[in-house]
């Protein structure tokens, strides 16, 4: 398909901003071989929306606003050049009280981001933008909500096949097998209703149980002859695939850190 240019005005800095917040910061997570930032990953939720288009128009052929849904992607992670990232792992692990804080700080970001860049965001309301990306109470909100998490597994299983074990945890949970992102990701047709009708017409979005504790032992790093074989876990050579297409190989085979 082709999509119209997405344009932001009056965001001068926010790349660079974005650039400098770098992914899966924690203690838990020492080495990242390929590490990203949030300006990558950004832009990497708007390709994994895109290819997937097609498959979503035809299950919500009136019901979707897929310039708002790619403009969503770009922008959806801009409060944390606030707040900062935190983890999955160390969000799930809050308490109800760290919760609320947290929760309470991104709302008192959303203001403070609308004053540093504009009020409008490729022709939207950039407040609707932050505010539904934050209590994700729309359909588009919900697949880019789902597209997030995906990169992020994609992001933990390129690390598993490259030989990282530190990433075994958000790639497979403590027992390296249906836990972190697969888990999830599983859970997006029980928590969003609006979804599934997607995920029954196209269950193979929904990534399956892997032994990524077994397979992390015996990661390589990445070639671009590896790249292009398969896996054998399918989510995974979807995710890597599409990256291909959209930005090229460099990024998924040029080590930053070293184990």
């Known amino acids: ?22 992914r899966y910061k924690s203690k838990l997570f020492p080495v990242m071989i390929y590490r990203t930032n949030n ?17 979503i128009l035809e299950v919500y052929s009136k019901n979707l606003d897929i310039d708002f849904s790619r403009t969503l992607c770009l922008v959806h992670d801009d409060i944390e050049i606030i707040t900062g990232d935190i983890v999955l792992h160390d ?8 919760t609320k804080q947290l929760s309470l700080e991104e709302k008192k970001a959303i203001p403070k981001i609308i004053k540093m860049y504009s009020k409008n965001a490729n022709g939207f309301d950039y407040q609707e933008l932050l505010n539904t990306a934050k209590y994700k109470d729309k359909l588009e909100a919900q697949f880019v909500s789902y597209f997030d998490k995906f990169d992020a597994a994609g992001e933990a ?33 029980i928590k969003y209703p609006l979804m599934r009708d997607f995920f029954k017409r196209f269950p193979e979005y929904l990534p399956y149980q892997f032994n990524f504790k077994n397979k992390s032992k015996k990661g390589k790093p990445h070639t671009i002859d590896s790249l292009n074989n398969p896996s054998g876990y399918f989510p995974y050579d979807k995710w890597k695939k599409t990256i291909m297409e959209r930005e090229g190989t460099d990024l998924l085979i040029s080590p930053i850190e070293k184990l």
């Open 1 to 22: 398909m082709n999509f119209k240019p997405i344009i932001l005005e009056g965001f001068n800095g926010r790349e660079k901003s974005l650039e400098n917040i770098i």
């Open 39 to 55: 300006l990558i990953h950004s832009r990497r939720v708007l390709y994994h929306l895109e290819k997937a288009i097609p498959d």
């Open 91 to 98: 969000k799930e692990n809050m308490n109800k009280q760290q």
């Open 157 to 189: 299983w390129h690390e598993i096949f490259a030989g990282n074990y530190y990433f075994v945890l958000p790639a497979g949970g403590h027992n390296g097998r249906n836990g972190g992102y697969v888990r999830r990701l599983k859970e997006f047709p």
